[in-house]
């Protein structure tokens, strides 16, 4: 240890301008490498072009709910943004008159069913019978004229005696040619049959008519939904048309967005987008371009399209607003940089700073597709290429050197 300090001082100077040197021949060395920038290697990757727009939820159809008859409101035992079921009561009216008009008509059909059913058990029989009856008195009133003919041939009767047989066997063919036309029009077929099925077909259609109405007093829900309105208290006087609720029905969702006319070119039917609620924005949801409106919007220099929500969203509410990306075009693979590492992106002449043998470079570029933080360059770059991304303040040529 005695024999370093030995050493070093006589050798103190020499060893300090050794020192400091070193220190001014790292600092010129660094000075002449120029100063530390950030780069990054281009690559390829996939490009999306996205149009961003906002819009809100709506069904495909809403459905409106009316009474069809005019009466007075009894019950309404649901509340407007319910989610009710197909069959549950929206709106029940009273129905006292109805019912005795629905009693009345089944009575109807009853006597008219009780009148076909005597023609057919009692009147029926009663007139086929009278018809054998009057086929008796004929062929006795024949045989009786028969007989009238020969005695009058043989000079025991006289002219006045035959002519009552003959009227008697007239009278006979008469009486049975009433009593097969009775027959036959209690048959089925016949007038009086058909008059009696057909009062029963018109008790009928009258009863299902009254029935009709009296279901009318009970008014459903036609599908699955939500009660997006109501417009009907207890005690209404309600005609038959008005409007009392209306009813988003479940389903398929729609998105109602609105384009900037300057987009319109990019939009196709068919295309994806990604959407989510305004409420919940974490929520993303597949969407997917199902009409675009032919005409723009005159004061607002917009177009309307309508997407369908792919798969169902228990927190899509009618009305609720959304925000979409609309993928309007998409290539794979393609040189691409992010847009900030792009210098003048907007005029004429991009171009960005290139680190090349240890200079920096001013690259002219040019660039194709852009989707969000992302523009396609379609040349002047290659991959691998190191693109300074923190230039700061440099010179074309200056020295330069990648921070490790």
């Given at each position: 240890?005695?024999?370093?300090?030995t050493?070093?001082?006589?050798?103190?100077?020499?060893l300090?301008?050794?020192?400091?040197?070193?220190?001014?021949?790292?600092?010129?060395?660094?000075?002449?490498?120029?100063?530390?920038?950030?780069?990054?290697?281009?690559?390829?990757r996939?490009?999306?072009?996205t149009?961003?727009?906002?819009?809100?939820?709506e069904?495909?159809?809403?459905?409106?709910?009316?009474?069809?008859?005019?009466?007075?409101?009894?019950r309404?035992?649901?509340?407007?943004?319910?989610?009710?079921?197909?069959?549950?009561?929206?709106?029940?009216?009273?129905?006292?008159?109805?019912?005795?008009?629905?009693?009345?008509?089944?009575?109807?059909?009853?006597?008219a069913?009780?009148?076909?059913?005597?023609?057919?058990?009692?009147?029926?029989p009663?007139?086929?019978?009278?018809?054998?009856q009057?086929?008796?008195?004929?062929?006795?009133?024949?045989?009786?004229?028969?007989?009238?003919?020969?005695?009058?041939?043989?000079?025991?009767?006289?002219?006045?005696?035959?002519?009552?047989?003959?009227?008697?066997?007239?009278?006979?063919?008469?009486?049975?040619?009433?009593?097969?036309?009775?027959?036959?029009?209690?048959?089925?077929?016949?007038?009086?049959?058909?008059?009696?099925?057909?009062?029963?077909?018109?008790?009928?259609?009258?009863?299902?008519?009254?029935?009709?109405?009296?279901?009318?007093?009970?008014?459903?829900a036609?599908?699955?939904?939500?009660?997006?309105?109501?417009?009907?208290?207890?005690?209404?006087?309600?005609?038959?048309?008005?409007?009392?609720?209306?009813?988003?029905?479940?389903?398929?969702?729609?998105?109602?967005?609105?384009?900037?006319?300057?987009?319109l070119?990019?939009?196709?039917?068919g295309?994806?987008?990604?959407a989510?609620?305004?409420?919940?924005?974490?929520?993303?949801?597949?969407?997917?371009?199902?009409?675009?409106?032919?005409?723009?919007?005159?004061?607002?220099?917009?177009?309307?399209?309508?997407?369908?929500v792919?798969?169902?969203?228990?927190?899509?509410?009618?009305?609720?607003?959304?925000?979409?990306?609309l993928?309007?075009?998409?290539?794979?693979?393609?040189?691409?940089?992010?847009?900030?590492?792009?210098?003048?992106?907007?005029?004429?002449?991009?171009?960005?700073?290139?680190?090349?043998?240890?200079?920096?470079?001013?690259?002219?570029?040019?660039?194709?597709?852009?989707?969000?933080?992302?523009?396609?360059?379609?040349?002047?770059?290659?991959v691998?290429?190191?693109?300074?991304?923190?230039?700061?303040?440099?010179?074309?040529?200056?020295?330069?050197?990648?921070?490790?």
């Amino acid at each position: 240890m005695n024999a370093v300090w030995t050493w070093i001082r006589p050798h103190g100077g020499q060893l300090l301008w050794g020192l400091l040197a070193l220190l001014l021949g790292a600092a010129s060395l660094r000075w002449w490498l120029g100063p530390q920038v950030q780069t990054e290697a281009v690559q390829r990757r996939d490009l999306l072009q996205t149009v961003v727009a906002s819009g809100r939820v709506e069904s495909p159809h809403r459905v409106s709910i009316g009474a069809q008859i005019t009466g007075t409101v009894a019950r309404v035992p649901v509340s407007e943004g319910q989610v009710v079921q197909a069959g549950d009561v929206l709106v029940e009216l009273v129905g006292t008159e109805l019912q005795s008009a629905q009693r009345q008509a089944q009575q109807a059909v009853v006597q008219a069913q009780n009148r076909l059913r005597q023609m057919n058990e009692l009147q029926g029989p009663v007139v086929q019978q009278a018809l054998r009856q009057a086929q008796a008195s004929l062929d006795a009133a024949r045989a009786s004229g028969e007989r009238s003919l020969a005695l009058f041939q043989q000079g025991f009767m006289g002219q006045a005696a035959l002519d009552e047989s003959r009227k008697a066997l007239a009278l006979a063919e008469a009486q049975v040619l009433a009593a097969q036309k009775q027959v036959a029009s209690t048959q089925a077929g016949g007038a009086e049959h058909s008059l009696a099925v057909g009062a029963v077909a018109e008790a009928q259609a009258n009863s299902e008519m009254v029935n009709a109405k009296a279901r009318y007093a009970v008014i459903q829900a036609p599908a699955n939904g939500h009660l997006i309105s109501r417009h009907v208290e207890v005690g209404d006087v309600v005609q038959a048309g008005k409007v009392l609720m209306t009813l988003s029905p479940e389903g398929a969702a729609q998105l109602v967005v609105q384009i900037d006319e300057k987009n319109l070119r990019l939009i196709a039917w068919g295309q994806q987008a990604l959407a989510s609620a305004d409420a919940y924005p974490q929520q993303k949801f597949k969407a997917q371009v199902v009409y675009i409106n032919p005409g723009i919007n005159a004061q607002t220099g917009a177009v309307e399209i309508k997407l369908d929500v792919l798969e169902p969203q228990q927190n899509l509410k009618q009305d609720m607003t959304v925000s979409v990306d609309l993928v309007v075009s998409r290539k794979p693979q393609v040189l691409a940089l992010q847009v900030d590492h792009v210098n003048d992106i907007g005029g004429a002449s991009p171009w960005v700073w290139l680190l090349e043998a240890g200079h920096a470079l001013r690259r002219p570029v040019r660039l194709g597709l852009r989707g969000g933080a992302w523009v396609e360059v379609l040349d002047g770059l290659r991959v691998g290429d190191a693109v300074i991304v923190s230039p700061n303040a440099l010179r074309e040529g200056q020295r330069v050197r990648a921070q490790l």
